[in-house]
C-alpha cells in the first residue's frame, strides 16, 4: 500500500491489524468480513485509489485489447470504465476450493466474501458474455478463445 493509504487504514481499524509494521491482510478481512459499515469504510478508502489507478494505467496504453480482472467491477459501479462485461459462472462449492487453495482461508470466511458479492442473477443482467466455468479446464479455455475472438470483431 502506499504510505498515505496505509496511513488512512490504520487510522480507520487501528494498530491491531498490523504485523511486524505491515498491514496484516487476514486480520484486517477479520475485522470488515461480517461488519457491513467496516467493510464500507475500507472499501471508501481503497476504491478510489484503485479506480485512479487503473484509470491512470488504461490512459498509457494506446491500442489492443486491455482486460480488468476485476471481482467486484459491479459492485464498485465500475461497469462504466469497460466496453463489455464478461461474467464468470462458477458453483459454490468450486469456489470455495480454489479460494482456499489460494489464500488458505476457513470455508466460513470464504462464504462470506462470496456473500458479499452481488448475487449471480444480477449480475448477469449486467453481462455482455458469460464464462460458464462448471466444466472442465478445457472447455473453459474455449469459452475464453471464443469470447475474445467475438470480441476483436
Partial sequence: FF???????????GEDILTDKKIDRKKLAACVFGEPQALKTLEGILHPMVKALTKARL????AGMIVIDAPLLLEAGWENMVDVVVVVRAGQASQVKRIRRRMGLKKEDILKRIRRQMPLKDKLKYADFVIDNRGCRADT??????IFGQIQQ
Fill in 141 to 146: 479455455y474455449r469459452q475464453v478463445k471464443n
Fill in 3 to 13: 504510505s498515505p493509504i496505509r496511513r488512512m487504514i490504520v487510522r480507520a481499524f
Fill in 59 to 62: 490512459k498509457k496504453i494506446k
